[in-house]
Nanobody
């Protein structure tokens, strides 16, 4: 079984910053691409940022230049540095990980989500 534990969310004023962390664990699993998605009430989850094991990154158009994703492969942990936050960035942010098991089965896993609220 894989566990994704997110932390770092909370309340921030417009223009402020937050850093999210997602630590992944699971015996017998190799963690490949990981990323962050967000969801607001009634909407589908949308990609915020992704990162491969080789550190190739991708970003949603609305966050390019303001958000930075990074990864520590030794800890199976990814980070999302979010700068210049605006109220429209308010959402539940979810960590996602793609894994390969020791029996070469590919799966995707989601964290429990962390609420980030941008408000004055």
């Amino acid at each position: 079984q894989v566990q994704l534990v997110e932390s770092g969310g909370g309340l921030v004023q417009p223009g402020g910053s937050l850093t999210l962390s997602c630590g992944a664990s699971g015996s017998g699993f190799t963690f490949n691409a990981m990323g962050w998605y967000r969801q607001t009430s009634g909407d589908q989850r949308e990609l915020v940022a992704s990162i491969t094991k080789g550190a190739t990154t991708g970003y949603g158009d609305s966050v390019k230049g303001r958000f930075t994703i990074s990864r520590d492969n030794a800890r199976n942990t990814i980070y999302l540095q979010m700068n210049s936050l605006q109220p429209e960035n308010t959402a539940v942010y979810y960590c996602k990980a793609a894994t390969i098991s020791s029996s070469l089965v590919g799966e995707e896993w989601w964290g429990q989500g962390t609420q980030d609220t941008v408000s004055s």
